[in-house]
């Protein structure tokens, strides 16, 4: 059975740093893309940082030059290190995976539980 595991969220003063990691559990052809996405009360859930395993990535303006996603393909691993955290980042962050089960098997989404992050003082 395939889970995303999550973890690395947690409380953090403004300006601060938190990194976030997601694995992918069970067997699996590949995992890609991955990345997260977040959601704050009141607001929808929105694309965050994506990594595909050919190593596109795509950020959300608000996160560009503060976030940085990477991925371990052999681990089926991602991690999204946050910089310079501003308190509108606070939101519970989802880890997203496209996962191929087999080699020409299609592709299914599959989400983590979510890990929250506050950044506050």
């Known amino acids: 059975q395939v889970q995303l595991v999550e973890s690395g969220g947690g409380l953090v003063q403004p300006g601060g740093s938190l990194r976030l990691s997601c694995s992918v559990s069970?067997?699996?052809?590949?995992?890609?893309?991955m990345g997260w996405y977040r959601q704050a009360p009141g607001n929808q859930r929105e694309l965050v940082a994506q990594m595909h395993s050919f190593g596109n990535t795509n950020y959300a303006d608000s996160v560009k030059g503060r976030f940085t996603i990477s991925r371990d393909n052999a681990k089926n691993t991602a991690y999204l290190q946050m910089n310079s955290l501003k308190s509108e980042d606070t939101a519970v962050y989802y880890c997203?995976?496209?996962?191929?089960?087999?080699?020409?098997?299609?592709?299914?989404?599959?989400w983590g539980q979510g890990t929250q992050v506050t950044v506050s003082s």
């Open positions: 997203q995976a496209g996962v191929q089960l087999r080699r020409g098997d299609y592709v299914r989404d599959y």
């Open positions: 069970g067997t699996i052809f590949r995992a890609s893309p």
